[in-house]
């Protein structure tokens, strides 16, 4: 069947780039190339979340490593 996509918190994420010695400016870039785009789509559906946070985004393992 289809491989199995495993899913990383995206607080577990920052930590790991924080603990490299912080953000440069191409890694923050990339983060919200990512992020930004979810917020639009969550926005534009109307959908509300009163508890937006990095503990509660996952992100794809195969977008963390790349």
Do not use: T, W
Request: proline share 3%; net charge positive.
């Amino acid at each position: 069947m289809g491989e199995k996509l495993e899913a990383k918190r995206f607080c577990q994420y920052l930590q790991e780039l924080a603990s490299r010695g912080g953000f440069n400016e191409a890694q923050i870039r990339a983060l919200l190339d990512d992020l930004l785009p979810l917020l639009q789509f969550v926005h534009q559906h109307h959908v509300i979340h009163r508890d937006i946070k990095p503990e509660n985004i996952k992100r794809l393992n195969s977008l963390i490593n790349s």
